[in-house]
C-alpha cells in the first residue's frame, strides 16, 4: 500500500515558478515509477511527467518540455514537480500517481494516486 500527499500548490504569476512536492508513505514507494497529471475545468486529467524508480529515466509532455522537470529523493520517498516559465494554461489541479510499470504510469492506469493540488497562474 502506497499513500500519496501532494504539497506546494497555490496562486503564481504567469512567468514565475512553484515546485509541487509529493510524498509517499509506503515500504515500496522506491520501487515504483511516479508520474504527475493534471486536469484543467472542464477537460480530461492528462499526463504531464514521470520518473522510473531509480530516477535514471524520465518522460515529459510536449506542452511543458524545457519548463517542469521531475526528480526524486528516495532517501525521503518524495517527488518534486519544478514548474518554471508558467502560463495561464497551466492552471489545473495537479496529482501525483505510482505504478509498477512505466507504460501503464504513462498511460494513467495508475495504482496509487494522491488526492490533488490546485496550482492557478494568474496572467
Known amino acids: 500500500q502506497v499513500q500519496l500527499v501532494e504539497s506546494g500548490g497555490g496562486l503564481v504569476q504567469a512567468g514565475g515558478s512553484m515546485r509541487l512536492s509529493c510524498a509517499a508513505s509506503?515500504?515500496?514507494?522506491?520501487?515504483?515509477?511516479v508520474g504527475w497529471f493534471r486536469q484543467a475545468p472542464g477537460k480530461e486529467r492528462v499526463f504531464v511527467t514521470a520518473i522510473s524508480w531509480s530516477g535514471g529515466t524520465t518522460y515529459v509532455a510536449n506542452s511543458v518540455k524545457g519548463r517542469f522537470t521531475i526528480s526524486r529523493d528516495n532517501a525521503k520517498n518524495t517527488v518534486y514537480l519544478q514548474m518554471n516559465s508558467l502560463k495561464a494554461e497551466d492552471t489545473a489541479v495537479y496529482y501525483c500517481a505510482t505504478a509498477a510499470n512505466m507504460g501503464r504510469l504513462r498511460a494513467g492506469t495508475c495504482d496509487y494516486w494522491g488526492q490533488g493540488i490546485q496550482v492557478t497562474v494568474s496572467s
Open positions: 509506503g515500504r515500496t514507494f522506491s520501487t515504483y515509477g
